[in-house]
């Protein structure tokens, strides 16, 4: 599968799934632009990848619009964008304040429609595609993940409501729906015996998964491999949806 000549936008780039991501997208030939709100990890991942890295905040519309405007004016187009940036949330409804469900709803949900209204513009010229991560706890109930599962359950939905409007357009919308992966983000609950044994428990075969589990589907999504595939939520997880 190869993205020769393809360009693309991976936001939350820097770390975790979206920099295996980044880094397979690189091996199979595309141009890639990470987008990262940290300005020092992201230039440093980029330098090492060989790519272009835009400082963005995904809760900002105008900050995504403009990451978009700098890719099409630095490689002369956008052919696939993936919504990967996220946070995680640890607590139940009443647990929460308002101010995280705020956040998380802020960057998780709003982050991927805005990445998604920037880029369509330019996706319906090159018959591109948008590649959203969401997560199993946008298909079922996430234990004491309250902000979480709403906002991941919004991108699952979305997901298919963008396929269906754009289909004709040629813009394929799809989302992987990742089990619990080894990134900086679960590092410190994946740590704890309890969380670990929770998520064994879980999983059929036993394990989290590693970055480089995922990136596989996002490349062939982007790829013309994936022609007739449009607003489906693929889970990656071990099993963990299967039972
Ligand atoms: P991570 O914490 O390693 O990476 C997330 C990246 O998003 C970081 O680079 C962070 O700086 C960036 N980011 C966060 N807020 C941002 C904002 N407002 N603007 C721009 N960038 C921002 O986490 P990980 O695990 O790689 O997560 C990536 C995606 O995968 C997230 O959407 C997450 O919800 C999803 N996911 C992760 C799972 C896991 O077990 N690690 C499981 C299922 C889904």
């Given amino acids: 599968m190869q993205l020769d000549g393809k360009t693309a936008i991976v936001t939350g780039g820097a770390s975790g799934i979206g920099r295996a991501i980044a880094t397979a997208y690189v091996e199979a030939g595309a141009d890639v632009v990470i987008a990262n709100r940290t300005e020092s990890s992201g230039t440093a991942v980029a330098d090492e990848l060989d790519c272009t890295f835009v400082r963005t905040d995904v809760r900002e519309y105008d900050q995504v619009e403009a990451l978009v405007e700098a890719t099409v004016d630095e490689y002369g187009a956008l052919d696939v964008m993936v919504n990967n940036a996220g946070v995680a949330s ?10 995280e469900w705020e956040n998380v709803l802020r960057t998780d949900l709003d982050g991927v429609m805005h990445g998604t209204k920037a880029a369509l513009p330019s996706l319906k010229e090159t018959d591109g595609c948008i590649v959203n991560v969401a997560s199993i706890y946008g ?29 004709t357009a040629g813009v394929r919308v799809n989302s992987i729906c990742p089990g619990f992966v080894e ?20 999983t059929p075969m036993d394990r989290p ?8 589907l996002a490349v062939f999504l982007a790829s ?16 963990w949806t299967a039972h």
């Avoid at 640890?90 to 101010?99: G, P, R």
């Avoid at 902000?147 to 409501?161: D, H, L, M, R």
């Avoid at 013309?224 to 099993?239: C, E, K, M």
């Fill in 90 to 99: 640890e607590t139940t409804v009443e647990e929460m304040s308002l101010d």
């Fill in 139 to 167: 298909l079922v109930g996430g234990k004491g993940a309250a902000s979480y599962s709403a906002a991941k359950g919004g991108v699952v939905n979305f997901t298919q409501q963008v396929a269906v409007d754009y289909a």
């Fill in 183 to 202: 990134t900086p983000m679960t590092e410190d609950l994946l740590e704890t015996d309890r969380f670990y044994s929770f998520v064994r428990d879980e």
């Fill in 209 to 216: 998964a590693q970055p480089e589990e995922i990136a596989p």
């Fill in 224 to 239: 013309d491999g994936a022609s007739y595939l449009t607003g489906a939520n693929i889970p990656v997880d071990g099993g």
